[in-house]
């Protein structure tokens, strides 16, 4: 006890009563209560803005996605009045009961973009569950995203969904939405992926291919990177001219123009990365075979325009595929009784096809039907068409490098010597059915009435050449084939 009473003493200080008790140095129990207090629950955030009653739809009361004003007045979101309209089977507006018609709706921009601007600003407290977008964008993402998980019926419904909406943008002259939301790009990489896992069973891949390439070619003009995306994948070119060959008559016309479009950008764009090369030769004998078949003026001239460039830029081989497939006679028999602008591009691919391939020339010389529709069409067709016409008799009348008339040695295979001349006796007589039909007096009249330098040049070395055969054989020009000409300018060939 003693102890315990001399340890209390001596924790007590030396200036303070052995029986007063000093407070101790942590806080008492009411001050750390207020030290420790529960923190106050947090303010629960302020409701939703509602969306102003004129960007809701007088039909769904929904915030409107793609706004459209009709006549009467009233702006409703296009899907909800369209679904009154078509699947209704209604003829009236819903709110004014006036007469209404798909065709009468408007698009209102300034409203779309008011209630995208609302959004964006009350989107972190609104409980509208996403930003409204155009149908077009809103279209080409589920494009991309049915590409992009390899769904094929999936991608199908989406391609149905982006051609309903370039056809009714083409009625409304409205291309822009599609172009802007990259529509063509969506629809190449689709038909691009879907190409090169074709399988020849699968109904669902060639039904997603085919709708594809419908709306591939309702969205056009197509920019440049969604023909690299098709033209560079060789699957995708081979099942364009699968298609182009062996479908229906609007799958050939739209495949041909995709195909036109591939051979276009490789002419015009060197730096362009274009797979053509595995399937030159197909490409060159379906276009030929649908000129041949004449499907419609559409097919015909997208072929022309293919052809031209393919020639002039597919090198020998390519324009040797056009001349083994027939493109020299099947031009001939299409200028017989082709219109102006047909005229012309069939004239610019044979010129191209003549230019590059001695066999085409070799053929253009042995077509009976050849020198006299070129003859016939000089100064009947445009003056375009008459300078491609020279171009093309002086291609043929001309010795060029690869006709054959070379002869390497000294000819001591009597085979080379027999084609040599063979060669040299073709030309000849070209030459002079042209002199017989009155190729000399159109060419003379030609450079009197004037041209441009290049067909000048032309003309004046045809006329070397013919003149060279003159008085071998009579002559003869037919009145009817200078009704193009001016009346003052006939008076030089008959003055």
């Known amino acids: 006890m003693a102890s315990i009473t001399k340890v209390l003493h001596c924790s007590i200080p030396r200036n303070a009563h052995p029986l007063t008790i000093q407070s101790p140095p942590w806080p008492s129990m009411s001050s750390q209560q207020q030290l420790w207090t529960a923190p106050a629950k947090e303010e629960a955030p302020p409701p939703p803005p509602p969306p102003p009653p004129e960007f809701l739809c007088p039909i769904t009361l929904d915030l409107m996605q793609d706004p459209v004003a009709a006549p009467t007045g009233i702006t409703y979101d296009r899907a909800a ?7 209704g089977g209604q003829r009236t507006c819903p709110v004014t009961h006036g007469d209404l018609s798909a065709g009468d709706l408007v698009p209102n921009h300034t409203l779309r973009r008011l209630i995208q601007d609302w ?20 279209a080409v993402a589920e494009l991309e995203a049915a590409t992009r998980a390899g769904d094929a019926e999936r991608c199908a419904a989406a391609a149905r969904g982006v051609r309903r909406l370039a056809w009714r943008a083409a009625e409304q002259n409205r291309r822009r939405g599609l172009e802007s939301a990259g529509a063509a790009r969506a629809l190449a990489a689709a038909f691009t992926f879907f190409a090169a896992t074709a399988d020849d069973a699968a109904a669902a891949t060639d039904d997603v291919l085919d709708v594809v390439l419908a709306a591939l070619v309702l969205v056009m003009p197509m920019d440049e990177a969604a023909i690299l995306a098709v033209g560079s994948s060789s699957a995708s070119v081979a099942r364009l001219v699968a298609v182009a060959a062996n479908g229906d008559l609007h799958r050939r016309l739209q495949a041909v123009v995709v195909i036109r479009e591939i051979i276009s950008l490789s002419a015009y764009s060197r730096g362009t990365t274009t797979n053509l090369s595995a399937n030159t030769e197909a490409i060159a004998e379906v276009l030929v075979k649908t000129i041949r078949d004449g499907i419609c003026s559409p097919a015909t001239r997208a072929c022309l325009v293919a052809a031209y460039h393919l ?23 299409l200028l017989v009784d082709a219109d102006r602008s047909t005229a012309e591009k069939a004239l610019a691919a044979l010129d191209a096809a003549l230019a590059a391939s001695g066999d085409g020339r070799a053929r253009a010389r042995a077509d009976a039907l050849a020198m006299p ?8 067709v445009s003056d375009a068409a008459t300078a491609l016409v020279v171009s093309v008799l002086l291609r043929i009348c001309k010795k060029c490098p690869g006709d054959g008339e070379e002869c390497p040695g000294d000819c001591a295979s009597a085979s080379a010597r027999n084609a040599r001349e063979t060669a040299m006796a073709a030309r000849r ?20 009435v004037g041209c441009s330098g290049e067909t000048k040049e032309n003309a004046a070395e045809l006329l070397r050449l013919m003149v060279r055969y003159q008085g071998r054989e009579e002559c003869c020009v037919d009145a009817m084939d200078l009704r193009g000409i001016k009346r003052d300018t006939t008076a030089i060939l008959t003055g």
């Open 81 to 87: 009045i369209e679904t009154w309209l078509f699947s």
């Open 429 to 448: 007589h070209a030459i002079v059915e042209a002199l017989q039909l009155g190729a000399l007096q159109k060419v003379l009249l030609l450079l009197q």
């Open 373 to 380: 529709v070129l003859v016939k069409k000089m100064f009947c």
């Open 311 to 333: 020639a002039c830029t597919g090198g020998e081989s390519a324009a040797a595929g056009l001349s083994k497939a027939g493109i020299v006679t099947v031009l001939v028999e």
């Open 119 to 138: 959004y964006a600003t009350n989107r972190c407290c609104s409980s509208v569950d996403r930003v409204p977008a155009t149908p077009e964008e809103a």
